[in-house]
């Protein structure tokens, strides 16, 4: 089954509380209509809606659960916290990524891949970057590896 028969099957025939087709569902469907099988542009706004339904799809629930159960419940990345959200890779292959692409993180090692923290698999202990080029350094300098002999 293809992308865009996942998205159809999940928002076109959807209901909403009443009974009644939801007219939001059936514009999700419509655009990724237009996205998926006529290859036509989107909006960005429109592109952001349907990204927004996907990450809720029963698709991608299932994707994140084998995620995680890969992750063990450990960040990827730090392995020292328990992994809470899922990061993708590359975005190469959106909405019918394969599990390789995709890695189970914590929050803050999240914000680190999204560029917006600070690398926490460094800094989780109280360790600083700088406290860990010092000792570098002194191991270096034991083994005659200094600065002077790059």
């Not at 899922?86 to 990524?97: I, V, W």
Request: charged share 30%; aromatic share 12%; proline share 3%.
């Amino acid at each position: 089954m293809n992308i865009y028969e996942l998205v159809k099957q999940e928002f076109r025939y959807r209901t909403n509380r009443y009974g009644r087709r939801d007219p939001t569902k059936r514009r999700l469907a419509d655009i990724s209509s237009r996205f998926f099988v006529h290859h036509q542009r989107i909006t960005s706004d429109e592109f952001k809606e349907l990204w927004r339904a996907y990450l809720r799809s029963d698709y991608w629930q299932a994707r994140r659960t084998l995620v995680f159960q890969r992750a063990r419940g450990l960040c990827e990345h730090c392995g020292a916290a328990p992994a809470e959200e899922c990061h993708h890779l590359s975005y190469g292959h959106r909405f019918c990524e394969p599990l390789e692409d995709l890695l189970g993180v914590c929050r803050e090692c999240h914000l680190f891949f999204s560029k917006r923290g600070p690398d926490p698999a460094f800094n989780r202990d109280g360790v600083s970057l700088e406290t860990l080029n010092e000792k570098l350094d002194t191991v270096l300098q034991a083994i005659g590896l200094d600065k002077q002999h790059k």
